[in-house]
């Protein structure tokens, strides 16, 4: 009997230890670091400092790269990409340093919104708004798609945060007025971005459909204040998602900071578990991963600090934030070191549950094993 108790009061003792357990600090910094798609200044991993030492002792889940150096007001060829030659260089370092599959992204949109522009040696590509709606011959779409994967195959890049799935409005500021989105028809969005899906994937290359749940409709730019779309968005903006999350193709999927009331009364998609969880994992299915814009956009940073910004958008459902280090908010090198704490001081104080970052963890790989 003595025997039994004491078996029991193991068991009980050796179970209560497993249901209050929690990730060694090692690997709660690791899966934290994972969550971060970061930016940096300088064109080689030579001569910067700040991308040596993030890859080998930060080791970011991804990286971001840009022509232009915002925050020191610089003009083209100010940041990392400079030149066709350069570019390939670069890449082909930090992927060597990093060791592990790590995510080098982009924006290659086509027409004004694209990284690897003619000026560096690159071949221009058209707007999703020509091919989709001045054109809208697949074929063309099609044989763009091509040229966008295997130039961005060459320099180097595994993830193109893009095609926009986002309806054509002409009034909105950052869509609509930059042809940035295919057209006004969900349909047509669909079967366009779709087909440019396929041909990056035929190349080892991750897309980004965005900006979840819409931002077409938009009469006012995230990047610089807060974007209320209550009133002009309509569910059709989902369609372009839900068609192309079904097809199974979808890997990634960027949100949105736009405040949307007919969602939810309180929070922008970013911060929402209602959008990105109840919306877009429950009710539309998507399983992959889901990276935030930009979050120290004027969208987030002006109405929330960062701490609250990045605990709520882990807690809605994120699994990676962009933290370019490339807003007007200036440049700090150690910006990334600081999201990192935030997040594990977040999840040993209760205010991140760990499982969220074990299930972005989980993500982040099965994306990681399509490189």
Known sequence: ????????????????????????????????AEMLIIGFRGDSVETDPDIKRYLQ???????????????????????????????????????????????????????????????????????????????????STDFYARLMASQLKEAGVNMNLAPELDIHRDDCPVIGKLDRGYSSSPDSV?????????????????????????????????????TDVTSTWTEAELIPFKTLIDSGNLQAIMTAHIFNRNIDPDLPATLSHKILTGLLRDKLGFDGVIITDDMYMKGIIDNYSIEQAVIMAINAGADMMIMGNNINTGYEADRPDKIIEIIVRAVKD??????????????ISNLQNRL
């Open 57 to 139: 002792e930060i080791r970011p889940g991804g990286i971001i790269l840009f022509d232009i150096d915002l925050t020191s007001g610089g003009g083209l060829g100010t940041r990392n990409i400079k030149s066709r030659d350069q570019v390939p260089h670069l890449t082909s370092e930090m992927k060597k340093i990093a060791g592990y599959p790590l995510f080098i992204a982009v924006d290659q949109e086509g027409g004004l919104v694209q990284r690897l522009k003619p000026r560096y040696g690159y071949s221009p590509l058209p707007s999703a708004y020509h091919l989709g709606t001045e054109v809208n011959h697949l074929d």
């Open 190 to 226: 669909a079967i366009h971005a779709g087909k440019t899906i396929e041909r990056l994937a035929e190349q080892g290359i991750i897309s980004v459909g965005k900006h979840f749940p819409g931002h077409g409709s938009a009469i006012s730019d995230s990047h610089y204040g807060l």
């Open 1 to 32: 009997m003595k025997l039994r108790s004491l078996i029991a009061a193991i068991c009980l003792v050796s179970l209560t230890n497993i249901v209050g357990a929690t990730l060694p600090d090692s690997l709660l910094h690791r899966y934290a």
């Open 350 to 363: 209760g205010k991140i549950p760990e499982q969220r970052l074990i299930d972005a963890h989980n993500r």
